[in-house]
């Protein structure tokens, strides 16, 4: 069974559109974290964001916000007034406390700002 | 600069050959990964190590060795590579496992 769904493999927009990008997780553990991560088209790995079971208060970077929702088991990215360097794949992961904190990771999906 | 460092970033090599990629971290993590990257699949842990001496499989381990004698590195081992292991590889480190992983620049394995 998946354990972090990634809903959305392709998503176009044109520059200063708002886009969300979905995540939805699997998971009994109690203690878990979940992250996104970017891949530019360069191809390395970026960090954005991590949020613990516990904390679910929802977080404001610039353009980029998240929003956790334990109820929904969603955890969903969005980012406001998009741009052309925004286009990458992002990946949405999820960390259990019962699994040694392996990651988990949906299969992405790649965002295209045009501009 | 704290960084990953994996080598080779680019590798074409014949079945049956060994290899080895290495990682080194220079942040005194504890928690290192391996992990392939197929498209379609996101990325899919191979091995982790949460320290010295302590290494696990993780979720696709099958023709992959890993080892752990310092802290700084996790070299991955093809002991006789194929070619449905031709894919881009990513060594990561974390302070903790929960904590943020940070990457290496990649490796593109081709298997011919």
């Known amino acids: 069974a998946q354990k972090v769904t990634q809903a959305q493999t392709e998503i176009s927009v044109v520059e200063k559109e708002d886009v969300t990008l979905d995540c939805v997780y699997e998971t009994r553990d109690t203690t878990y974290y979940l992250f996104w991560y970017k891949q530019p088209p360069s191809g390395e790995l970026v960090f954005l964001i991590r949020r613990n079971s516990f904390d679910e208060q929802n977080e404001i970077s610039g353009r980029y916000s998240w929003n956790f929702q334990k109820s929904t088991s969603s955890f969903n990215f969005t980012i406001t007034a998009s741009q052309v360097v925004d286009s990458a794949v992002y990946f949405c992961a999820l960390s259990e406390a019962n699994s040694n904190y392996q990651l988990i990771w949906g299969a992405g999906t790649k965002l295209i700002i045009k501009p | 600069e704290a960084q990953v460092t994996q080598n080779p970033r680019y590798l074409i090599t014949v079945t049956g050959k060994k290899l080895t990629v290495t990682c080194s971290q220079n942040m005194n993590h504890e928690y290192m990964s391996w992990y392939r990257q197929d498209p379609g699949l996101g990325l899919r842990q191979i091995y982790y190590s949460m320290n010295v001496e302590v290494t696990d499989k993780g979720d696709v381990p099958e023709g992959y060795k890993v080892s752990r004698k310092e802290k700084r590195n996790f070299p991955l081992i093809l002991e006789s590579p194929s070619p449905n292991q031709t894919s881009l590889y990513f060594c990561?480190?974390?302070?903790?496992?929960?904590?943020?992983?940070?990457f290496g620049q990649g490796t593109r394995l081709t298997v011919v």
């Open positions: 990561a480190s974390s302070y903790k496992g929960y904590t943020e992983a940070f």
